[in-house]
């Protein structure tokens, strides 16, 4: 039984940063790539950055490339979702993703496994 664990989320003011990390148990987490989605009131859930199984490979939303980076560290079955210089249209429910294959995917039907979310609202 794969487990997803995100913590980090909260408030955080307009330009501010976050540290977004997700605890990943039950298969080999170096096989799989990971990823980043959120879901915004009213709106549907939108994928904001994968990377694959090594790291080697990051995928993002134009709207958060050059703001969000998403390392991991295979060693500890971790990943991360770092956000800076925030913005309000940033607030939303962050999920973290387990995909199906040890390659990037690009959409929520790719996914294999969820975590439960974290909430971050980003005040103006």
């Known amino acids: 039984q794969v487990q997803l664990v995100e913590s980090g989320g909260g408030l955080a003011q307009a330009g501010g940063s976050l540290r977004l990390s997700c605890a990943a148990s039950?298969?080999?987490?170096?096989?799989?790539?990971m990823g980043w989605f959120r879901q915004a009131p009213g709106k549907e859930r939108e994928i904001v950055a994968t990377?694959?199984?090594?790291?080697?490979?990051?995928n993002y939303k134009d709207t958060v490339k050059g703001r969000f980076t998403i390392p991991r560290g295979n060693a500890k079955k971790v990943v991360y979702l770092q956000m800076n210089n925030l913005k309000p249209e940033d607030t939303a429910v962050y999920y973290c993703?387990?995909?199906?294959?040890?390659?990037?995917?690009?959409?929520?039907?790719?996914?294999?496994?969820w975590g439960k979310g974290t909430l971050v609202t980003v005040s103006s």
């Open positions: 039950g298969r080999i987490f170096s096989a799989y790539a």
């Open positions: 990377i694959s199984w090594n790291g080697d490979s990051t």
């Open positions: 993703a387990q995909g199906r294959h040890a390659t990037m995917w690009s959409s929520a039907d790719g996914t294999d496994y």
